[in-house]
């Protein structure tokens, strides 16, 4: 895994928040989202279905049946996503491990978990999600830290930061098909 592109939240956010977090446009592969309005909540077309069938082929969670009804705040970050995206909140799927959701759509996969501000959002092509390259960062300004929640492939256990000098910062085992890691400096994320 090499982070490529860096993802943005669902509102842009750089200002300082209460407890000195500040929100980064951090790690591997995400998208941008506009401000429109219309991803899908429900009922899919014949492309969205093959979609989904090759993300469920990869990721376990999807497999699941849902267990929770997302929350609103998932419903709101879902309808603001580009329609391309072709999300579907019927099929999104919560991991309680890390707390975080998968939501899948049309080409497309998204993970979402709460932080300082609220819930966050990231998506990134299906393709650069089957590598592994799907995550979403929160910095602490006061301490550096890093909180990296991503998602990861049946095909891959764990999942290391990497620092400067290829130094070994944190491992974490991949369960319901995310992960989550607190870090400080991470230049690169690694699975295996």
């Not at 990721?59 to 603001?80: E, G, I, Q, W, Y």
């Not at 799927?93 to 819930?119: F, K, M, Y």
């Not at 650069?128 to 830290?145: K, N, P, T, W, Y």
Request: hydrophobic share 45%; charged share 15%; glycine share 8%.
């Amino acid at each position: 895994m090499k982070p490529t592109h860096t993802h943005t939240r669902l509102q842009a956010r750089t200002a300082i928040v209460g407890a000195g977090a500040i929100l980064i446009a951090a790690l591997l592969a995400a998208v941008v989202f506009s401000s429109t309005s219309g991803a899908r909540t429900s009922g899919r077309s014949a492309n969205s279905s093959d979609g989904l069938a090759v993300l469920q082929g990869h990721f376990a969670l999807l497999r699941t049946r849902a267990t929770m009804t997302p929350p609103p705040a998932l419903a709101n970050a879902v309808a603001k996503a580009p329609p391309s995206y072709g999300l579907d909140l019927a099929d999104a799927r919560h991991a309680a491990a890390t707390n975080s959701w998968l939501v899948p759509g049309n080409g497309w996969l998204c993970i979402a978990a709460n932080d300082r501000e609220g819930l966050g959002i990231a998506c990134t092509s299906s393709a650069s999600a089957e590598a592994g390259e799907l995550s979403l960062a929160e910095r602490s300004q006061a301490s550096g830290e890093e909180h990296i929640v991503g998602a990861c492939p049946d095909s891959f256990a764990t999942v290391t930061a990497i620092g400067a000098g290829s130094s070994h910062l944190s491992t974490s085992a991949v369960r319901e098909s995310t992960y989550a890691m607190t870090v400080r400096d991470a230049v690169r994320m690694t699975a295996g």
